[in-house]
């Protein structure tokens, strides 16, 4: 199984309560059981992942809303309360 998390900054928001990671935060892990967008993007608008904070080594889940392609940044709707610790599978 493949499980996608990108590493976030808790701290930042925007567009109301959602908040952004850079192309370079996405990480796979596990085996690819998925193709990736034809676009170059490393996630695709709707697809569930993990948001990660590595800090605390705590993830949530979370939602893809938007890609911006030119900045290389993804948008994410987030489960705020609803943190855990990280599993190694995750």
């Known amino acids: 199984m493949t499980v996608t998390r990108i590493e976030i900054d808790p701290n930042v928001r925007v567009r109301g309560s959602k908040t952004y990671a850079g192309f370079e935060d ?13 676009d170059g ?36 709707a987030v489960e705020w309360s609803q943190w855990r610790e990280a599993a190694d599978e995750e």
């Open 26 to 38: 996405v990480q796979e892990r596990g085996e690819l059981t998925r193709t990736r967008p034809p």
């Open 41 to 76: 993007a490393p996630v695709s608008v709707g697809e569930k992942v993990l948001a990660w904070e590595s800090e605390d080594n705590i993830v949530t889940d979370a939602v893809v809303v938007d890609v911006d392609y030119e900045k290389r940044f993804v948008y994410l």
